[in-house]
Nanobody
Framework: QVQLVESGGGLVNAGGSLRLSCVVS????????MGWYRQVPGNQRDVVAQ???????DYGDFVKGRFTIARDSDGNTLYLHMTGLEPEYTSVYFC???????????????WGQGTQVTVSY
């Protein structure tokens, strides 16, 4: 079982910065991707940034060069460095991991509990 715990959200002024963290535990196995998503109306989640097992990194178009996703050297913590925050970035941000267990067939898709980011005007 893979488990994710996010932290680092909070209230910031427009133009401010935050660093979100996601601590990963369990057997990741064969990684497809790890990433950050944000809650949008309709109870859906849009990708913010995603890093793939191949090393490829994708960012959502709205990021506009302001965010950076990174994974620490041991692979147990995922970060989202957020700068130039604007009120429209206010949302709940979720950590996500997708992969395939090494010990069995199938695949997993796990989410953290989410961390609130609120950007004031």
């Amino acid at each position: 079982q893979v488990q994710l715990v996010e932290s680092g959200g909070g209230l910031v002024n427009a133009g401010g910065s935050l660093r979100l963290s996601c601590v990963v535990s369990g057997n990741i196995g064969s990684l497809y991707s790890m990433g950050w998503y944000r809650q949008v109306p309709g109870n859906q989640r849009d990708v913010v940034a995603q890093i793939f097992g191949s090393g490829r990194i994708d960012y959502g178009d709205f990021v506009k060069g302001r965010f950076t996703i990174a994974r620490d050297s041991d692979g147990n913590t995922l970060y989202l460095h957020m700068t130039g925050l604007e009120p429209e970035y206010t949302s709940v941000y979720f950590c996500n991991i997708k992969g395939q267990p090494r010990s069995r067939g199938g695949k997993y898709d796990e989410w953290g509990q989410g961390t609130q980011v609120t950007v004031s005007y």
